[in-house]
């Protein structure tokens, strides 16, 4: 009878035993943070959880002109820093090194030339990409900016490891809104023309699977808020960048955890 008894006890810790090790593995720990640099400017913040990942590297280029290099604003008012800062606060544990390659005034084909002299490395995690505004500003053919967006769509790829998954394309302000334009006298003209490089872009990447951010409705509120528009007259400020920064921050966290 003992023996018996010993025989079942063994059987139902086996069973203990075998149970406990087929369950499932602890959860990856995940984080959620707002996705905004400056939490006091936002009117609707949103949540984004994210895998706690450790110690990784996640390179981003961003590419464009002076609404990319932050033209009147300081070093780390610029929409490619706050972005970097606003990814590092949802992962602390890893690093986000930023090489911007963008200057006032530059146009599609400006971009073109510093990119195949620069020749950045092909290894990116993250693109942006916002450019055409010199080229209406200018008053460039239309067509240069058809053929060289998509040159610059498809180098942008290249550069995040041939992957269009990495690559996001930022829609082209409209300065009619600001004091400069304003004072232009074709702020309708501004805005007609702006309208139609964005919908070439936007179209462009909806047919290609490209992420396209909108923020050009930001900037048409610079004469309400004069606070969106930056101490030049002309270029957003660092609250406008923040606003931008929280519609491309989604998209940017989704393109480097996946």
């Not at 984004?48 to 110690?55: D, G, R």
């Not at 996640?58 to 609404?67: E, I, K, M, R, V």
């Not at 916002?130 to 769509?153: A, D, T």
Request: glycine content about 4%.
């Amino acid at each position: 009878m003992k023996n018996q008894f010993k025989i079942i006890v063994a059987v139902f810790l086996l069973l203990f035993i075998v149970s406990c090790s087929s369950e499932s593995p602890i959860p990856t720990k995940t984080t959620s943070a707002p996705i905004v640099t400056n939490p006091a400017t936002t009117t609707n913040p949103v949540v984004i959880t994210v895998p706690q990942t450790q110690n990784q590297t996640f390179s981003y280029l961003a590419l464009g002109d002076s609404y990319t290099i932050g033209q009147s604003v300081c070093e780390t008012c610029r929409f490619p820093e706050q972005l970097k800062k606003s990814l590092s606060h949802l992962n602390p544990n890893n690093t986000y090194p930023l090489k911007i390659i963008a200057q006032t005034g530059w146009t599609t084909t400006n971009l073109i030339s510093a990119i195949d002299l620069q020749n950045p490395a092909s290894d990116y995690d993250l693109v942006t990409l916002l450019i055409g505004v010199n080229n209406q500003y200018q008053n460039r053919s239309f067509s240069l900016y058809e053929k060289e967006f998509p040159e610059l769509v498809t180098k942008a790829i290249a550069l995040a490891k041939g992957d269009k998954a990495n690559v996001i394309v930022v829609s082209i302000p409209d300065y009619a809104y600001t004091p400069y334009g304003q004072g232009s006298g074709i702020q309708s003209k501004i805005s007609m023309e702006i309208d139609g490089y964005n919908a070439f872009a936007k179209k462009y990447c909806t047919d290609n699977a490209i992420e396209f951010i909108n923020i050009t409705d930001i900037t048409r509120q610079g004469l309400t808020n004069t606070n969106l528009v930056a101490q030049d007259g002309l270029h957003p400020s660092e609250l406008a960048y923040s606003l931008f920064v929280e519609r491309i921050l989604p998209k940017a966290a989704t393109a480097i955890q996946k």
